[in-house]
Structures are given as structure tokens and as C-alpha cells.
């Protein structure tokens, strides 16, 4: 089995806005829905034999596309299948220290997550710096994104080197996991893995034949420890993500690293 550290339970908010358009079309969903089931996400965990995930809120410039208290209602209806990962209005930093702090004390999250891209502003900003030191403070892991972007937006706010490089460099206790492996900069990006012992990959957006061949590298020697699998769902199923696992060639302490056990080590997961 295994540990999904990056998916979203698609509400309306978040399915619905015009810049996952391509995702409902390929979703084939031709109107946004009112609700869409648990029970969908959980069947899709199923079917890629994983068996637990840790689930985000999106928070936008515009608002709550997938709010905190949205995702702690999943949580609490699913809590053998489900941990909660916060997100914040990066626009008033003292308002998203209190509510990151509410996430992880009161509704027990166990990760905080940005999207830099969302923002347009890349995680050395200024304004990211006091959920660093919440984090620092708490005891949980900051989730981003890296690489290009979906999306039809800026890809600059991915780039590792500079703007993660800055931040391990100004927060050596800050535990940082960087999704999406970083492409076109995975060299980049497994250079930090490397550089810093509190910066890790996942492999959320990207099936396991899409693995870069240097990141399979890292994953098979001194990387074992620092990549973690994860989907994106719903853009990626867990059963695709996964389809072609064997063809890598990791050994099973690899694999089951990659699969469970660095997720448990760095999320703090019973």
C-alpha cells in the first residue's frame, strides 16, 4: 500500500475554475457538478492501492477554491484515509500565521501547502516568511511546487535555484517538499535534495515511466530517503501513477521508501 502526499478532493470551487477547464474536458464533465462524492476520490485511492492521503486546501489571490474547514469536513467523515494540509491567504501574512496555526492545532493538519504560481510570487517572497517560521514552530512540513505549470501561467515561480535555495538557506529547520520533481530543473532540484537535509521531492503530475532518469538515479543510491510518491489527484490516478512502478528497477527498501515510509518519516504519520 501506500501514502499519496498530494491530492485535492475536487469541490466546485476548485473543478469549476476557468484555468482547469482542460482538466473537467478531460474528466469529460461538461458542467461543473454541485457536489462530487468522497466516495469517488476514495475509489480512485483504491484502485492505485493507496491508503492514505494527504489532501489540500487552495487558497488563491481570489479566495478559498478548496477551503481549510472544506477539507477538515473530509478528514472527519474519512479519517482512516485522509490527513489535511492547509493553505492561507499569502495577501494578509499575520491573518495566514493565525488560520495556519488554527489548521494545524485545532483541525490537526499536518502540512502547510502554497502554490507560488497561484500568487505569482515565488517562495523567497517576503510574505511567505512568517508561515516558515509557524512551521518551524509547529512541526510541519512546507509543501510547493515545482517546475512548469499546468496551467496557462507563469512557470518562473517554480524554478528551484534561486527561490527554494534562498529559503533552505534562511530556514535550515524549515522541512520543505518540493512537488511536481521540478522539470524541466529536476538537476536543480535534486541538487537541494542533496544539499539540504530538510528538503525532499514528490513525484505528484507525473507517472512513474515519466520519471526523469536522474531522479530514478537519486531514488535507487543516496536519494532513497528523499522522494516521496504522490498523484495530484485528480489530475493523476494513483493506478496510473503507479502502472509502470516496476519498470524502474528500485530495490524494496527503495520502493518502500518511496511508497510509505519517508511520507510517514516526514509528515509525522502514525
Known amino acids: ?56 486546501a487552495w487558497h488563491g489571490p481570489d479566495g478559498p477554491m478548496i477551503s481549510n474547514d472544506e477539507v477538515a469536513a473530509f478528514v472527519a467523515r474519512a479519517p482512516d484515509r485522509f490527513v489535511g494540509a492547509a493553505s492561507v491567504d499569502l495577501g494578509d501574512p499575520v491573518a495566514a500565521t493565525r488560520e495556519l496555526r488554527r489548521c494545524a492545532l485545532d483541525l490537526g493538519f499536518k502540512a502547510l501547502r502554497m502554490i507560488p504560481w497561484l500568487w505569482g510570487l515565488p517562495p523567497n517572497d517576503r510574505r511567505y516568511y512568517p508561515l516558515y517560521v509557524a512551521c518551524v514552530e509547529l512541526g510541519i512540513p512546507f509543501c510547493t511546487q515545482v517546475g512548469h505549470t499546468g496551467p496557462l501561467r507563469t512557470s518562473e515561480t517554480g524554478r528551484p535555484i534561486p527561490y527554494l535555495d534562498d529559503v533552505a538557506l534562511d530556514f535550515p ?12 530543473w529536476t538537476e536543480e532540484m535534486i541538487t537541494l535534495a542533496r544539499k539540504y537535509p530538510n528538503v525532499y521531492i514528490d513525484t505528484s503530475a507525473y507517472s512513474s515511466n515519466r520519471y526523469p532518469a536522474e531522479l530514478v538515479e537519486f531514488m535507487k543510491g543516496r536519494g532513497r530517503g528523499k522522494v516521496m510518491f504522490g498523484t495530484n489527484y485528480p489530475m493523476m490516478t494513483a493506478e496510473r501513477a503507479l502502472a509502470d512502478l516496476d519498470e524502474l528497477g528500485l530495490d524494496p527498501e527503495a520502493a518502500g521508501l518511496f511508497l510509505d515510509g519517508n511520507a510517514r518519516r516526514v509528515f509525522k504519520l502514525a
Not at 502526499?5 to 466546485?12: A, I, K, N
Not at 454541485?34 to 492501492?49: K, R, S
Not at 529547520?173 to 524541466?184: F, K, S
Open 173 to 184: 529547520d524549515l522541512v520543505i517538499v518540493a512537488g511536481h520533481i521540478g522539470y524541466p
Open 1 to 56: 500500500m501506500a501514502i499519496d502526499v498530494w491530492m485535492q478532493h475536487p469541490t466546485p470551487g476548485f473543478i469549476g475554475h476557468e484555468m482547469f477547464e482542460p482538466l473537467r474536458r478531460w474528466l469529460g464533465m461538461e458542467e461543473v457538478p454541485q457536489e462530487i462524492p468522497l466516495e469517488m476520490t476514495i475509489a480512485a485511492m483504491d484502485a492505485g492501492g493507496v491508503d492514505l492521503g494527504i489532501i489540500s
